[in-house]
């Protein structure tokens, strides 16, 4: 039996054409000989559309009731394209993820994947040409519906992919992965060709494009991972893994985001444990801190940076406020909140083995007179924070610098 | 643990404001000492919504798919419902027919409830005030979504209220059941006891308060059932058993429905089994036919007249066309299709004492001279078609007749 998993994102599902084209793309691939696992995401912004309903009951809905709610989006989507499906004489069934028993731990709203039914699905592979099935949720230990939070349905996808030892392809609204985002780098590259650990890296800076939790679990079971357009023929990116060669590019892609704050803790006394306090109650709220800088101010001082996501801006604050590092007479003083910023990451497996990347990066920004105002680097990634109104310019300057657009000869000639 | 079955229609949950007043009405009745199972059907015009949606995907779409599709109606309800109630200080939680293992037979779109696991709500009651449960589906052998088909939420609420031997409470946007359809009959008056046996031929007969299923299982086992509306604090019906009094008025209602067609088949041989062959089949497609009578024409031939639905006309007059009593060479000719029908009908426990009701119809038709097309009669209901020009006058007239207004001198005083 030749299985393929296919995942439709919520754009490729934006309208009732839309789901019938896609049921005639599943359709022709299973002419091809294949049998296919179909995923899918709430149609356009129905998950949008769910939240905002909840919104209107209580401003804090019951995380429980909430995934009640928000796996209704499926729902909707996994029924509508199985109907194109039989429409078009595809031997089709769709299912929930309460039908087909994908086990999750029990935190509502951000739930992971335990274990997923494998018997259940070849059963019905006996049966049908097509399993659709609804991505992004769960059911737990007691039998409640979960969802797997943001960027879920990729997680999946790619989960159930794993069970059944077959190939992952993820259908977008782009065709693929590139240099950089092509809004903001004109010229960007498709890249053909990348590794899980890039392409985790690429994704947890902000390239949308699939969800890293999703590429890592891909990695970590070595699924090759395709990522397309829905509504294109055009080749898309290949997710695998990848040996490190000597000509491999420095950099394979930059990303931005703009969906950070930058706070700052001024003149902390570095011998107390309040700032290991602070990250671990910050952890415990569930805000994802992501760059932390530290430098020492004067004496026995220290200054502390760090971002975290725009939406935890006020749970954040109040957290700090609360904290008893914060001298109790300057509260207001100390912390510095700004939310005009731009996190710019470059992203490369070559930057193992050459040296000087970082170096380039901040000549870069210094020819071009643009202040860093904090920066942290992994084994594979470079980010740097700077105001947001040099986002964009950053992101041309770095990308020529680096070679990351297309080359212009080939285009024009 | 005094336990309450209430269950809210989808016009009690057209809007959030509209679940927010639900929501408040329940917990005032939880805190009177009531442990409350509220049964939902989708807001508002959700089912609409989703048949249509479903009819932009095909014509025809796959039973199991629509039912997978309109489950999510209630799931959305129940959900945002539990919401409600939470935000409100009391302790809900909702379920899906799936989760409550409310077990229906296989026929999708219009299965029949088998079972409910007890267990499992009287457990939820340990630990929970108020159970918020979805109307109108469950699950078949097959673990898949069904639907109990249009009404089917009563239906359920009344199966949950057996299960408990409670009293069902059925709150829709109408004051309880009335003589007659006060749009028709302005000064119907409102029933403020009826047996079951009356209300389910009321019910059949086009009153569309409560569906005559949901009061056959009532009457069934005794379970007392109330008909009010949400948002008012006037007095409902009660639907209970009912001793035959001697006052009794004879006739408790008057429906109306212009919901069907008849048709009327010409001169067909008696001696042949062609009859018995039509209703069987057209039984065997689920087509509903009602009214059914039958007259000799002249010498050894017959003429048939029934009604069905007029959604089933279509599929009926094929089914007509194929059968083998019709004379091949005249088909078109021996049949008529006439659509400007309205059937009115009385009900009424004491017909059953009393004689002379159909001569009182009869003469109240001919002393205004409107033609009657058809008639049947039950124990306790007789029907008639007339042209539907002469529903409404129709209705006056019997109202006047049989004294349903309310009583002229009481309300003018």
């Known amino acids: 039996m030749k299985i393929l998993v296919q995942k439709y994102g919520g754009t490729s599902l934006g309208s009732l054409e839309k789901i019938k084209a896609v049921g005639e793309k599943i359709r022709k691939k299973n002419e091809e000989g294949y049998k296919i696992l179909v995923v899918l995401s709430a149609m356009g912004s129905a998950t949008n559309d769910l939240i905002s309903l909840a919104q209107g009951i209580t401003e804090k809905p019951s995380p429980r009731e909430m995934d009640m709610l928000l796996a209704t989006g499926e729902q909707t989507s996994i029924s509508l394209l199985t109907m194109a499906l039989i429409d078009r004489g595809c031997r089709a069934i769709s299912y929930t993820g309460y039908q087909l028993g994908i086990e999750t731990t029990a935190l509502h ?3 992971k994947i335990k274990k997923i039914d494998q018997e259940k699905i070849l059963a019905a592979f006996e049966d049908y040409e097509v399993i659709v099935v609804a991505g992004f949720q769960g059911i737990n230990e007691q039998q409640d519906y979960t969802t797997l939070g943001r960027g879920g349905s990729d997680t999946s996808a790619v989960a159930l992919a794993c069970i059944l030892q077959a190939r992952c392809e993820i259908y977008t609204d782009v065709e693929g992965i590139f240099t950089g985002d092509p809004g903001k780098l004109p010229k960007a590259r498709k890249i053909e060709n990348i590794g899980y650990q890039e392409m985790m890296e690429m994704s947890s800076l902000g390239a949308g494009v699939i969800h890293p ?6 990695g970590k079971y070595k699924i090759p991972l395709y990522v397309a357009s829905t509504f294109s023929d055009q080749p898309g990116t290949m997710i695998e893994d990848k040996e490190e060669k000597m000509e491999e590019a420095v950099i394979t892609g930059i990303t931005s985001s703009l969906e950070d704050v930058q ?15 602070l990250f671990s109650r910050l952890g415990e709220e569930n805000i994802n801190v992501d760059m932390i800088s530290q430098t020492v101010v004067k004496g026995d001082l220290m200054n502390v940076s760090f971002t975290l996501p725009k939406a935890d801006r006020e ?23 700004n939310e005009d910023i731009a996190k710019i990451s470059v992203v490369g497996l070559g930057m193992r083995s050459h040296s000087g990347v970082a170096a380039k990066v901040f000549q870069t920004m210094a020819e071009n007179r643009i202040p860093i105002k904090m920066v942290t680097t992994s084994e594979i990634s470079i980010s740097w924070v700077v105001d947001s109104r040099y986002e964009k310019e950053v992101i041309r300057r770095i990308g020529e610098a680096f070679s990351l657009e297309e080359d212009n000869g080939k285009m024009d000639r």
């Open 109 to 111: 709203q951000n739930a």
């Open 213 to 218: 939790r999703a590429v890592e679990l891909a």
């Open 263 to 277: 706070i700052t803790i001024h003149q902390l006394d570095p011998t107390t444990d309040h700032l290991y306090n």
């Open 315 to 337: 749970r954040g604050r109040k957290l700090i406020e609360q904290w008893e590092g914060v001298n109790p007479h300057t509260k207001m003083d100390i912390m510095d909140i």
